[in-house]
């Protein structure tokens, strides 16, 4: 069982507002990541860190921010929610060994924006 | 489009049979293939990984292969049980990127029935 954490798990707002999704992991990963993935579809990066005040944009782009001001905690933050931001969000971490790293992710948040 | 493409988008198996899922891929470099297993409102949890030397590895009931020169994967489940329930995602990881980047399928939903 992997020792990453997400709050909220589940998470009804409405048009407009600031919402910060969290991530922690007790590991001692350098590397993290967010993914978003909508139902019956693929994961899609969107952000992520090698380590404290590393922060990258993925693959897919993506209107929320991110920040790494420590090694176990990499929240994400949508600074005015639409409802094209309705998805799951799931955060992973891996160590930082060359290739073959396994991603540990978190449950994830489920996001629904009215 | 994907490069990384699974079959059946979904699958229904009595308790007790057994099955098999496909992966195919196109992502090149190849470093390693994944097969994780995603529970509903879950985070993907890591079953097996396979660099390109290695053509089976197994997991309890969960045994993966890997063709490396057709580009194809299976994961085989024996003697399903209830608790299998979920969505198998094949993710291929390429080579020569720090990130090691990751390609995600859409996964197989499987359901078991007793």
């Known amino acids: 069982e992997a020792d990453i954490y997400q709050t909220p798990r589940y998470l009804v707002i409405g048009t407009g507002k600031k919402i910060t999704l969290e991530c922690s992991q007790t590991m001692g990963h350098d590397k993290m990541y967010w993914y978003q993935q909508d139902p019956g579809m693929e994961l899609h990066l969107i952000h992520y860190s090698y380590g404290v005040n590393s922060t990258e944009k993925g693959d897919l782009s993506s209107e929320s921010t991110v920040s790494r001001i420590r090694t176990e905690h990499f929240p994400l933050t949508l600074e005015s929610a639409r409802p094209s931001h309705t998805s799951q969000y799931l955060c992973?971490?891996?160590?930082?060994?060359?290739?073959?790293?396994?991603?540990?992710f978190g449950p994830g948040t489920r996001l629904l924006v009215l | 489009k994907n490069q990384v493409e699974q079959s059946p988008q979904s699958l229904i198996i009595l308790e007790g049979k057994n099955c098999t899922l496909q992966?195919?891929?196109?992502?090149?470099?190849?470093?390693?293939l994944r097969w994780y297993k995603q529970d509903t409102g879950r985070g993907p949890v890591s079953l097996t990984i396979?660099?390109?030397?290695?053509n089976t590895k197994s997991n309890g009931r969960y045994t993966a292969t890997l063709d490396a020169d057709t580009k194809q994967s299976s994961l085989h489940i024996t003697a399903s049980q209830l608790s299998d329930s979920a969505s198998y995602i094949c993710?291929?990881?390429?080579?020569?990127?720090?990130?090691?980047?990751?390609?995600f399928g859409r996964g197989t939903q499987l359901t078991v029935w007793p």
């Open positions: 992973a971490s891996s160590p930082e060994k060359g290739g073959q790293e396994t991603q540990y």
């Open positions: 396979m660099t390109f030397s290695e």
């Open positions: 992966c195919n891929y196109t992502v090149s470099p190849f470093s390693n």
């Open positions: 993710v291929v990881s390429d080579r020569g990127s720090t990130l090691g980047r990751l390609y």
